[in-house]
């Protein structure tokens, strides 16, 4: 009898936009074939939703519950059926090319692939000096207080297994009294609370090199001294409350100690960093 070959992940990609319509029409139609594509629309006013069905006929359209990127892509999370979840910036930024690097990473055993700027083969076109140097404080503060090391934690190209999402207990789409209002992890600090609990919960997190474009078209909702001071108050909150959401009871989602793996890039080998002790 021959053996039939493993099936492969199923891969959802979640779009967050609010008002990009310009963008979404050259971004969706470079995304690969996958299990389906998630935009989730942020209240747009220029036809976000129509465009992207206009231009990607498959493509699922939903509209968040509340306001921000972290709840918009909570909303994604939530509605997406894939084995593995992509998350992909609708301005143009993130390189639909390097999709199967990051699902690749995870094939081989990552519980999370993080994309970095900042590792050799990747590399940023649209950060600037002065938040370069914010994104260097709050990483190095995040390493030191979490005893992670990441080499980038601002950046919001990261793949994980859905299996996952359980443990990492992020503010639900659908929170009753809520009433559409932004809670903590809403705004742009969720890549930072993402990152935090990947360490609580100790996943095995293959970072991958990625370059960060410019973005086509508008300007960007994300505000450097708001936004930053919202993702230092999560790396603190993080760091005060993290043994007192954990349960003794709470089922171990990787056997293994938290990992930083460096992934192969065209320049540097493979590397695995081991901060709470090797792998048995």
């Given at each position: ?10 891969v959802?990609?979640?779009v967050?936009?609010?008002?990009e ?15 389906e ?26 509209t ?8 918009a892509?909570v ?17 143009g ?37 002065h ?22 934690l ?19 789409a659908?929170i ?27 996943l095995?997190v293959?970072?991958v ?11 960007s ?14 790396v ?13 009871d ?6 293994t ?7 192969p ?16």
């Amino acid at each position: 009898m021959v053996p039939t070959a493993p099936r492969q992940p199923l891969v959802s990609i979640i779009v967050p936009a609010r008002n990009e319509a310009k963008n979404l029409e050259i971004v969706l139609p470079l995304l690969p074939d996958v299990h389906e594509i998630i935009v989730v629309d942020g209240h747009s006013v220029d036809g976000t939703p129509e465009v992207a069905r206009r231009v990607r006929p498959s493509v699922d359209v939903i509209t968040q519950t509340r306001k921000g990127k972290g709840n918009a892509l909570v909303c994604g999370f939530e509605r997406a059926t894939g084995d593995i979840i992509v998350m992909f910036d609708a301005d143009g930024s993130a390189d639909a090319e390097e999709i199967p690097r990051f699902v690749d990473a995870l094939i081989r055993g990552a519980d999370v692939s993080k994309g970095s700027r900042f590792m050799a083969g990747g590399s940023s076109e649209d950060i600037t000096f002065h938040r370069q140097l914010g994104n260097r404080f709050l990483n190095t503060l995040t390493n030191v207080l979490l005893g992670t090391r990441y080499s980038d934690l601002c950046y919001g190209y990261n793949a994980f297994w859905r299996r996952i999402l359980p443990s990492l207990e992020l503010p639900a789409a659908d929170i009753p009294g809520a009433d559409g209002q932004m809670l903590w992890g809403d705004g742009f600090e969720i890549e930072t609370l993402l990152n935090c609990r990947f360490a609580e919960n100790r996943l095995k997190v293959v970072e991958v090199p990625s370059v960060e474009l410019l973005r086509i078209h508008g300007e960007s909702n994300l505000h450097a001294v708001s936004d930053g001071l919202r993702v230092l108050r999560t790396v603190l909150d993080e760091r005060l409350n993290r043994w007192g959401r954990r349960r003794a009871d709470r089922p171990a989602i990787a056997a293994t100690a938290h990992l930083a793996v460096k992934a192969p890039s065209p320049h540097v080998p493979a590397r695995v960093e081991e901060p709470f002790g090797a792998i048995g």
